[in-house]
Structures are given as C-alpha cells and as structure tokens.
C-alpha cells in the first residue's frame, strides 16, 4: 500500500472544505461555473503556497477564494448571469427575498460541518442572488461573508483592505437593498457623495469652520503602509486634528467611486497612487482612510466619480 503523503493530507483537507468553499463563492458570484472556477483558483494557489504558515486552513480559505471572488467581481462588464434569466428582474426586489439568509440560516467559521453548511447555504433564493447583482462588488463580498456566513466585520475587512467600520457600513447598506429599501441605499449613497463632495470643497478651499461641521468630533484617519510611506501620519484621532491635516491640502485629489460610494484619489501621471475611503455617518465624516498599497488600490477599482 503506498504510504500517505503530505500533498495527500492537504488535498484530503481542502476537499473537506470545498463544499463551504463552493457556497462562499456561488454567493459571491450567482454562477455555477464560476464558483467552482475560483474553488479550483485557491487549491491552485494552496497547493502551491502549502500550508506551513497557516494556522487557520478555514479562514485561509475563505480569505482566498472571496478574494479571487472579489478581482471576477470586478473584472466583469456588461455579461449578466443565468439566474437572472431564470428568475426575472421584475417584482424580485422586496421582502420575500428573505432575511432568514442570516448567520444562525449558515453558520460560522467554526460551526458544523462544511457539506452541512454548504447545504443550508443553498436554501437561500434565486431572488437574492438576483438582488445581489445590484450591489457594488465590496457591498456584496461584505454582505455574503458576514450576514451569510458569519465571518467577523474585522475579517472581512481583511480581505477588502478596509477598516471594520466601513466594511459595517457596506454590509449595512447592502442589507437595505436585500430587504427592499433599494431607494434608501440611493438616498444614502447621494447624502454621502454630498458629505465628501463638501469636504473636499472645503479642504481645496482652506475652509476650516467648514472642515470642522463636516467631521464626527472623534473623526479619525487611518493611512496603510505605503500611504505612509509617501508622509501621511499612521493615525491622526479627532476632528480639530483631521482638519488641520486636510484644510488647504486635496488640490490634486479628484471625486472617485471607491468601493461602489463616493471618495477621492490621488494619481500622478495618471495612475492611482493613493485612494481616500470616507465613512459618512448622520452626515458627518466619522473615518477616513488613505489607501496606497498597490494591490489595495487594485481589489478597490477606484474610478472617476
């Protein structure tokens, strides 16, 4: 009998995980051929990484594959999926797509076996996946991982390049849409592209009083890495702090749509160098974060506004 090897062992415990993994992504994607395309993406990648550094094989996974998710997301155009033939549009968005779609509906990192939550996973409705068409790329990602699937805002996060409150925000707004309240994600998006309109207004302009009605009195602004490496402050905390960091300054940033909402970008010769994320809460600007790694930049598809 030939003896057992390590690459058995770890093909044995990924197809453990694939049932799960196979859900994760068919919510992500709404196709078939797709899940199992970004399925087979990360025992690619798994196989080729192995597995000496991790010490979370699930959450490796599922970090993986949504992220695989996230770049088809992205990268698609004007191609619509099957359900979307099978179900209609008409009549889909409204409350009886359902709300038991929820964590305790799924289960989490940790809970059960993943063939027992890939099979509670696929209760959910046609409708809802055709509701999650409508939703920008990290809206659905954030939405799938943690109201499906119970994966920690701080995870998910993780995986957007995104702080936990605004990876709230995102689940948040596209748990409007899933329950119907499509017009209040749009009422909302348009209240925040005003918010972060004004404030870059106000921050060309040197308007500090502006500056100041525009921010939560904890505001706070959070730079990566490479942002810092290029002068911006690791944390700058309260509102007085953040605008004496900002007012004068923006010249070169322009309006964007960072994430599916409004923010800002600041590009040299045409390319992004470092993409501004606003979190907009009661109107006012509660986090800002000020992205620059490169593949941040890419998972974000930061465009013109």
Known sequence: MRPVSDD???????EQQRPRLKAVAHRMLGSEHEAEDAVQEAWLRLSRSGTEDVTNLAGWLTTVVSRICLDMLRSRTARREDVMRVVGVTGVVGTDVGLDTGADAVGGEDSGHPEHEAVLAD???????VVLETLAPAERLAFVLHDLFAVPFEQVGRILGRTPSATRQLASRARRRVQGRGAEVETERAAHRAVVEAFLAASRG????????????????????????TGAEAEVVGAAAVAGTFVGRARA??????????????SVGGRPRVAFGFTVVDGVVVEIELMAEPATLERLGAGAS
Do not use: C, K, Q
């Not at 058995?8 to 990924?14: G, S, V």
């Not at 040197?206 to 490496?229: F, K, S």
């Not at 940033?253 to 600041?266: E, F, P, S, T």
């Open 8 to 14: 058995d062992l770890l093909a044995e415990t990924f």
């Open 123 to 129: 209760s959910v409705s046609a409708a809802l996946l």
């Open 206 to 229: 040197g308007d500090l009083d502006r500056l100041l009605r525009l921010l939560a009195p904890d505001a706070v602004v959070r730079a990566d890495p490479a942002a810092v490496e």
């Open 253 to 266: 940033a322009r309006a964007a749509v960072v994430d599916g909402v409004a923010g800002a970008l600041w």
